[in-house]
C-alpha cells in the first residue's frame, strides 16, 4: 500500500467514531423538579438516581438530569416545570409540589410526569385512578389519612393522654383540606380534640407555637408539607423551646432531633420514582403505571429528646421502633 493511500484510509477511520457519534440519538433527559432545595433533599436525589440505576440509567451516561429547585418559592414552580417542559425533557418527574400539582398537571399534558407527593392522586384530580391513571401523569404517593390514626396512637402513648392535641398545617398545600378533615375524624374516634393551626410561611413558626402554647395542647402532631420539611430544624427547635411533645411525618424531623416519626419512608419514594422514570423511559405509558402506595412505615424514636422533654419511653414502642436515636 502507496504511503498516500495509507493516510487516506486512516485519516477516513479516524473519522468513523465523529460520524458515528453524529448520528447517535441524543441522550434523554429527565426533568427533576422539586419545591425544597438541594440542600434538604441530596438524599433524595441519590435514591432517585438509584432507582432509575434499577431500571438500566445511569446519570451521565445513557440519561440526563436536569434540576429545579424552588427553595420554598412555591409560586415558581409551574414556571420551573414549564421550563424543563420547552426544554424538551423525555420525562418530568415532580416532588415536593402539593402547592401546585393540579396546575402542574394541567398546564403539562403531553410530556410523561412521575409525581411524589404526599396527597391522594385521585382526590386531587390528577389521575382517574390508582391502578389504571390514564393520561399521561402516574406516582408515589403516601396518604396521610392513613397515618393520622397511628400517629395519634403513638403520641398519646409517650407524652400521656391530653386534652388538646394541636395539629399544624399549610393552609396552601393542595392537600390542607383533606388532612384537616381526616385528622379530625381520626380524632372523634377516640374522643381526642385537636386544635388546627395554621403557618403559610416560615414567618408564621412562632405565632403558631404561641397560639398552641396558649390553647395548652399538650401534644403536636405535623401536616406533611415542603415548608415544613425545608425548615425542620426551626421546628424541631421551636418544639423543644416550648416543651412540646411532636410526632412527625417523615424521619428527617427525628434525626434533626424531634421526639419522634412515624410515616413511609420518603427515600423508599424517591427510589420508587426514579425506577418509574426509567420504566417510562423504556416506552412505559404512565398511564399504565399504577399509582404506587408504601407498604411499610418506619417508626423512629429520639431517646435523647424524650429525656429532655422528661418523658419515659415505654418499653413496647422501643421494640416496636424500626430505629431509636440515642
Avoid at 82 to 97: E, K, Q, S, Y
Avoid at 100 to 116: E, G, Y
Avoid at 227 to 232: P, S
Avoid at 268 to 289: C, E, T, V
Wanted: glycine share 8%; hydrophobic share 50%.
Amino acid at each position: 500500500m502507496k504511503r498516500r493511500e495509507f493516510i487516506t484510509l486512516l485519516g477516513g477511520a479516524a473519522a468513523w467514531p465523529i460520524a458515528a457519534r453524529a448520528q447517535q440519538p441524543a441522550m434523554p433527559v429527565i426533568g427533576f423538579l422539586s419545591g425544597r432545595s438541594l440542600k434538604s433533599d441530596a438524599h433524595l436525589v441519590a435514591a432517585f438516581r438509584q432507582g432509575l440505576n434499577y431500571a438500566g440509567y445511569i446519570d451521565g451516561q445513557n440519561v440526563a438530569i436536569e434540576y429545579r429547585w424552588a427553595d420554598d418559592q412555591f409560586d415558581r414552580l409551574l414556571e420551573l416545570a414549564t421550563d424543563l417542559v420547552r426544554n424538551n425533557v423525555a420525562v418530568l418527574f415532580a416532588g415536593a409540589i402539593d402547592v401546585q400539582i393540579k396546575a402542574i398537571k394541567n398546564a403539562i399534558s403531553m410530556t410523561p410526569i412521575v409525581f411524589a407527593t404526599g396527597g391522594d392522586l385521585v382526590e386531587l384530580g390528577v389521575v382517574a385512578s390508582m391502578n389504571r391513571p390514564g393520561g399521561n401523569a402516574t406516582g408515589v404517593t403516601v396518604i396521610a389519612a392513613e397515618l393520622w390514626p397511628k400517629q395519634l396512637e403513638l403520641l398519646r402513648e409517650l407524652a400521656g393522654s391530653s386534652n388538646m392535641i394541636a395539629v399544624l398545617v399549610n393552609p396552601n398545600n393542595a392537600t390542607a383540606r383533606a388532612s384537616v378533615r381526616d385528622v379530625e375524624a381520626a380524632a372523634r374516634a377516640i374522643s381526642q380534640k385537636v386544635l388546627i393551626v395554621n403557618a403559610r410561611t416560615e414567618a408564621d413558626f412562632d405565632s403558631a407555637f404561641a397560639t398552641l402554647v396558649q390553647e395548652r395542647a399538650g401534644g403536636l402532631l405535623l401536616a406533611v408539607d415542603s415548608l415544613f420539611t425545608n425548615r425542620r430544624e426551626k421546628i424541631v427547635a421551636l418544639a423543644a423551646a416550648h416543651a412540646v411533645p411532636a410526632i412527625y411525618g417523615r424521619r428527617e424531623f427525628a434525626e434533626a432531633g424531634g421526639l419522634m416519626s412515624y410515616g413511609a419512608s420518603t427515600v423508599d419514594q424517591y427510589r420508587q420514582s426514579g425506577y418509574y422514570a426509567g420504566r417510562i423511559l423504556k416506552g412505559d405509558k404512565p398511564s399504565d403505571l399504577p399509582v404506587l402506595q408504601p407498604t411499610k412505615f418506619e417508626l423512629v424514636i429520639n431517646l435523647k429528646t424524650a429525656k429532655a422533654l422528661g418523658l419515659t419511653v415505654p418499653t413496647s414502642l422501643l421494640v416496636a421502633a424500626n430505629e431509636v436515636i440515642e
